[in-house]
């Protein structure tokens, strides 16, 4: 029966009405501005959920199954159907149809075209359940599939492509779909499935970042430094200065790097800010042509207690 044809608010009126117990066929068209024919139709296809499945008469999406109509017996569908499961015999599970085909022209010269041949040859194995190449993962838990699921909607990107990837590998055997989808490379694609198999999705969690103590002791005391800056005016470390900038911060970071690196407690004088900030610019410049080191060493003293150290490495940590 061809439905929908009308609009899905009749049909349910329709429905409501042969619940109600109203099989008038006649006074169900003449209200709803219908044919007879089609209001009869719709009755009997009722009457015959009622007799099969009478749970399902409340549903209105629900309609009677229809099996699918069987292909004409013509001379050359006889002869498709007797050829077809030898040739696949001796095919590989999951071949495609042009390699048949091929050989199936060459048995029947007049046989079917490639096209016909196609639509007939996919059906075919559709309804003979002929054994295809197995997927990239055979099974999920449901668990697992309903995380996945959330992952999709995630806005993390590579959650996405995690979950695309593998919820895909468990519909498909090949690559070249979950690639174009996923936005990434077979070898990518092989190391998550893999990694799955052996952990999990465990192992795609983000790992936790760890600070080393020592690096946590170093930020702190930079951002002590930096406080104990701002709550002095900047003539107090001679800068000709009312308010602080990013450049005068910066220059009195760089004295607090190297006061700590001579071991001495007194201002470094601004001559020799004056050089460091030359070197390291120096420093990076040759970075950029890479002609040199990272660094540059460079002897450091001060000028009021006399200390001097030599091969002072100045890098872009030392800020």
Request: glycine share 2%.
């Given at each position: 029966?061809?439905?929908?044809?009308?609009?899905?608010?009749?049909?349910?009126?329709?429905?409501?009405?042969?619940?109600?117990?109203?099989?008038t066929?006649?006074r169900?068209?003449?209200?709803?501005g219908?044919?007879?024919v089609?209001?009869w139709r719709?009755?009997?296809?009722?009457?015959?959920?009622?007799?099969?499945y009478p749970?399902?008469?409340k549903?209105?999406?629900?309609f009677m199954?229809?099996?699918?109509?069987?292909?004409?017996?013509?001379?050359?569908?006889v002869?498709?159907i007797?050829?077809l499961?030898?040739?696949?015999?001796?095919e590989?599970?999951?071949?495609?149809?042009?390699?048949?085909?091929?050989?199936?022209?060459?048995?029947?010269?007049?046989?079917?075209a490639?096209?016909?041949?196609?639509?007939?040859?996919?059906?075919w194995?559709?309804?003979?359940?002929?054994?295809?190449?197995?997927?990239?993962l055979?099974s999920?838990?449901?668990y697992?599939?309903?995380?996945?699921?959330?992952w999709?909607?995630?806005?993390?990107?590579?959650?996405?492509?995690i979950a695309?990837?593998l919820?895909?590998a468990l519909?498909t055997?090949?690559?070249?779909?979950?690639?174009?989808?996923?936005?990434?490379?077979?070898?990518?694609?092989k190391?998550?499935?893999s990694?799955?198999l052996?952990?999990g999705?465990?192992?795609?969690k983000?790992?936790?970042?760890?600070?080393?103590?020592?690096v946590?002791?170093r930020?702190?005391?930079?951002?002590?430094?930096?406080?104990?800056l701002?709550?002095?005016?900047?003539?107090?470390h001679g800068?000709?200065?009312?308010s602080?900038t990013?450049?005068?911060?910066?220059?009195?970071?760089?004295?607090?790097t190297?006061k700590?690196f001579?071991?001495?407690?007194h201002?470094?004088p601004?001559e020799?800010?004056?050089?460091?900030?030359?070197?390291?610019?120096?420093?990076?410049?040759?970075?950029?042509?890479?002609?040199?080191?990272?660094?540059?060493?460079?002897?450091?003293?001060?000028?009021?207690?006399?200390?001097?150290r030599?091969s002072?490495?100045?890098?872009?940590?030392?800020?």
């Open positions: 029966m061809i439905r929908h044809q009308i609009p899905q608010k009749k049909i349910n009126m329709m429905r409501r009405q042969f619940i109600r117990g109203d099989e066929t006649y169900i068209a003449k209200k709803l219908i044919s007879t089609t209001s719709y009755i009997n296809e009722f009457k015959r959920i009622k007799a099969t749970e399902r008469l549903d209105m999406n629900f199954p229809e099996e699918p109509k069987s292909h004409r017996l013509t001379p050359l569908y002869n498709f007797k050829v499961p030898r040739l696949l015999a001796a590989k599970p999951g071949v495609k149809a042009k390699p048949v085909w091929r050989k199936y022209r060459a048995m029947y010269p007049n046989g079917y490639y096209l016909p041949f196609t639509a007939l040859f996919y059906e194995i559709k309804v003979n359940d002929v054994p295809e190449i197995p997927k990239l055979a999920m838990p449901e697992d599939v309903k995380a996945l699921k959330k999709r909607h995630s806005s993390d990107h590579r959650k996405w492509q695309t990837t919820l895909m519909q055997s090949g690559y070249k779909t979950i690639t174009d989808k996923a936005e990434t490379t077979n070898e990518t694609i190391n998550w499935i990694t799955y052996s952990k999705l465990v192992a795609f983000p790992p936790i970042h760890k600070i080393f103590p020592t946590i002791k930020m702190k005391q930079r951002a002590e430094n930096l406080i104990k701002l709550h002095e005016p900047p003539t107090t800068l000709n200065r009312t602080w990013i450049t005068a911060l910066t220059i009195c970071m760089k004295r607090f190297l700590k001579l071991g001495c407690k201002l470094i601004l020799r800010m004056d050089t460091v900030s030359k070197s390291r610019e120096t420093c990076l410049r040759a970075k950029t042509l890479s002609t040199v080191k990272r660094s540059i060493n460079y002897n450091v003293s001060c000028n009021v207690c006399g200390k001097t030599s002072f490495r100045l890098t872009s940590t030392d800020l």
